[in-house]
């Protein structure tokens, strides 16, 4: 099983030296969730700073993944905006756009696959209405991705439109080619399934996989000891139906002891290994 370290939870550090940290840690790989000050996208001079960063990767044998679920990178002023359900088509199309440009440095990294998520309706936008810009606004960034050989992968949320793995199917009977970005912790928030459970289900669909522990009901990343999760059921069934991707630990609330968190989830998981049923 490889492990990767999303880099929300090195918000702190210097992505060359979040970097050094999670490989030197002995993780396989970097979730890398693109930032104003971790790989700005939409900066002149991305693709620079995105060729250097795959030499790092290359040099230390580490791979990547790319999120894309950075709070204010497309607007200062309102969290996680404009997404695939902004009322403004401008806005839907600026969203298209970022994630567009996650799928470029996806191919600069060679990384495994791009994870996003459809976002939550504003006041006053009808449901259906808001479901049939998303099916447009995921069609487009499947064109792209495909047409570039990229894994893209959609991540049900709590509270967004696509929260439940049942809502992603949903979609995904719409547009086969769309891969599951499954968070393992999210489960429990949303009550649906057993994570390991959801493993076993989704096999064939899943991209990538996101852990952490969690509270049943409580949409907060905890480190490994501090929920509700399971985590040895989960890397059995991982394990189990042999997993080939990067398993991403998703600490964004402790980058100010990423020093800490970093190394103590690694070693967490392998202990977690010797003890899976």
Not at 125 to 147: K, Q
């Amino acid at each position: 099983m490889r492990f990767a370290y999303n880099t929300n939870g090195t918000a702190n550090h210097r992505l060359a030296d979040a970097v050094a940290l999670i490989g030197d840690a002995g993780y396989d790989g970097v979730a890398l969730t693109l930032d104003h000050h971790h790989l700005d996208p939409m900066e002149a001079g991305w693709v620079e700073r995105a060729e250097a960063l795959a030499r790092d990767l290359h040099a230390r044998r580490l791979g990547s993944v790319i999120e894309t679920g950075a709070r204010f990178l497309l607007d200062p002023r309102h969290k996680h905006e404009p997404t695939l359900l902004s009322p403004s088509a401008e806005g839907r199309a600026h969203r298209i756009a970022f994630l567009r440009r996650a799928v470029d440095i996806a191919c600069v990294l060679g990384a495994e696959a791009v994870s996003f998520w459809a976002g939550v309706p504003k006041p006053g936008v009808d449901r259906g209405e808001a479901s049939e810009w998303l099916v447009r606004g995921v069609a487009a960034v499947l064109e792209y991705s495909m047409r570039r050989g990229v894994t893209a992968a959609l991540e049900p949320e709590p509270g967004m439109l696509v929260e439940t793995l049942d809502d992603w199917a949903l979609l995904h009977a719409e547009l086969p080619a769309l891969k599951l970005a499954l968070d393992l912790g999210h489960c429990l928030v949303t009550g649906e399934r057993e994570p390991q459970a959801a493993v076993g289900e989704f096999v064939p669909h899943i991209g990538t996989v996101a852990i952490e522990d969690m509270r049943r009901g409580d949409h907060t990343h905890l480190p490994f000891g501090d929920g509700d999760m399971d985590v040895p059921a989960c890397l059995a069934a991982l394990d189990a139906v042999r997993f080939p991707g990067l398993v991403c630990v998703e600490l964004s609330r402790d980058s100010h002891r990423a020093d800490r968190m970093v190394p103590d989830a690694i070693e967490w998981l392998r202990r977690c290994r010797e003890e899976a049923p």
